[in-house]
């Protein structure tokens, strides 16, 4: 585990946005960001757990309603993480 209290402030936002994460903050909450990631074993750029799932449902939900309306149809554009669900 990196002690990122001796980290430049430069090189910690540098760390959470390449984690996708808030760079904003002082020095110490900062450093407490980087060491609750580190803690529960996120490192990279991946999405919380759950999230494509979440999004994918929610999709499903508004394309369904708005389909039964006659306001859209299905196309190709689905998200990315909904093309195994649905298809191209």
Known sequence: MSNY???????LKREL???SVKVSGKKA???ER????DSVGRRGTEPEPGLCALLTFAYVVIVTALA???HVTHSARSPVCLL?????
């Not at 209290?5 to 090189?11: C, T």
């Not at 195994?84 to 191209?88: A, R, S």
């Open 5 to 11: 209290s001796e980290w430049k402030l430069d090189d």
């Open 17 to 19: 946005r390449k984690r």
């Open 29 to 31: 909450e900062l450093v």
């Open 34 to 37: 980087l060491t609750y990631l």
């Open 68 to 70: 039964s309306i006659g």
């Open 84 to 88: 195994p669900i649905l298809g191209p």
